[in-house]
């Protein structure tokens, strides 16, 4: 059974850079893609974007322009860096598989919060 | 940009009868291969991620109790539970795929509680 485990700074300041890492244990990356998803009061659920176990990515227009995703095959795990972060950016933020454009198997969620 | 809309954005229902909530999108939903629309329903309890209920509009995810349904194509969709039990009080999201770009929108969320 495939399980998510997310971990990243949890307090930011504005202009900082947000960075999420999220682990695959009992699956491999391969096969699937693998997305990213935050969900705040204000705006509720909002992907982030997604990459495939050979880094191929696309990414939610709104914030294509601060992200990275970046996977790492060696440790089973994937990455979001979003540059320049400000209050908007507030949020808790989700890792999860996806299956047939849907996302079967999410991780336990990580609160970002961003406050000078 | 597509927009999904969920109606009610909240709903009180007796415990043992039947729950409905809608989600429309501003565009047809994107159909697979297999003419399947991408349509999934998840629901998510406090302090938890959410859960996918149902994927292709109709199909129910592994382990998922039999009194969550799920109907509609094109524009509209429906997510029922046909007798609602206590634990089923919870917030419920619909979410659609589309493909050009590739991205997925979810709905606002339709919060179900017990009347």
């Known amino acids: 059974q495939v399980q998510l485990q997310q971990w990243g700074a949890g307090l930011l300041k504005p202009s900082e850079t947000l960075s999420l890492t999220c682990a695959v244990y009992g699956g491999s990356l391969t096969g699937h893609y693998w997305s990213w998803m935050r969900q705040s009061p204000g705006k509720g659920l909002e992907w982030i974007g997604e990459?495939?176990?050979?880094?191929?990515?696309n990414y939610n227009p709104s914030l294509k322009s601060r992200l990275t995703m970046s996977v790492d095959t060696s440790k089973n795990q994937f990455s979001l860096n979003l540059s320049f972060v400000n209050a908007a950016d507030t949020a808790v933020y989700y890792c999860a598989r996806v299956r047939l454009k849907a996302m079967d198997v999410w991780g336990q969620g990580t609160a970002v919060a961003v406050s000078s | 940009d597509i927009v999904m809309t969920q109606s009610p954005d909240s709903l009180a229902v007796s415990l043992g009868e039947r729950a409905t909530i809608n989600c429309k999108s501003s565009?047809?939903?994107?159909?697979?291969?297999?003419?399947?629309?991408?349509l999934a329903w998840y629901q998510q309890k406090p302090g938890q991620p959410p859960k996918l209920l149902i994927y292709?509009?109709?199909t129910r995810e592994s382990g998922v109790p039999d009194r969550f349904s799920g109907s509609g194509s094109g524009t509209d969709f429906t997510l029922t539970i046909s007798s609602l039990q206590a634990e089923d009080v919870a917030v419920y999201y619909c979410?659609?795929?589309?493909?050009?770009?590739?991205?997925?929108?979810f709905g606002q969320g339709t919060k179900l509680e017990i009347k």
């Open positions: 292709w509009a109709s």
């Open positions: 565009q047809t939903v994107l159909y697979s291969s297999n003419n399947n629309p991408y």
């Open positions: 979410q659609q795929y589309y493909g050009t770009p590739r991205m997925y929108t």
């Open positions: 990459i495939n176990h050979s880094g191929g990515t």
